[in-house]
């Protein structure tokens, strides 16, 4: 059973935008945190952004003014708007989700990813 779906990567240019989406099964999305990774080519997996079941969110330093991350509950869908985009941004975007998002744990629910490349 699919339980958390990314869609929206792509090829971008630097300074544009890009949209993900991960649809969620209504019970991951009402009763779990979701998150962004990601994984860039020569790095590890790191936490990009988080949001909670009351809408709280957080990010990392480098993404903080350039990204957002909102929940959309009609559609049990979290988004990451990325505006600003670089080529560090370059990576595969992964959606997961779990009671609690903790740097340095592996949330229990997770989606295959999406290609995000930033590239003149």
């Known amino acids: 059973q699919v339980q958390l779906v990314e869609s929206g990567g792509g090829l971008v240019q630097p300074g544009g935008s890009l949209r993900l989406s991960c649809a969620a099964s209504?019970?991951?999305?009402?009763?779990?945190?979701i998150a962004w990774y990601r994984q860039a080519p020569g790095k590890q997996r790191e936490l990009v952004a988080a949001?909670?079941?009351?809408?709280?969110?957080n990010y990392i330093d480098s993404v903080k003014g350039r990204f957002t991350i909102s929940r959309h509950n009609a559609k049990n869908t979290v988004y990451l708007q990325m505006n600003s985009l670089k080529p560090e941004d370059t990576a595969v975007y992964y959606c997961a989700a779990d009671f609690r998002i903790v740097p340095g744990t592996v949330p229990n629910y997770w989606g295959q990813g999406t290609q995000v490349t930033v590239s003149s």
């Open positions: 949001i909670t079941t009351g809408g709280s969110t």
């Open positions: 209504g019970s991951i999305f009402r009763s779990n945190a």
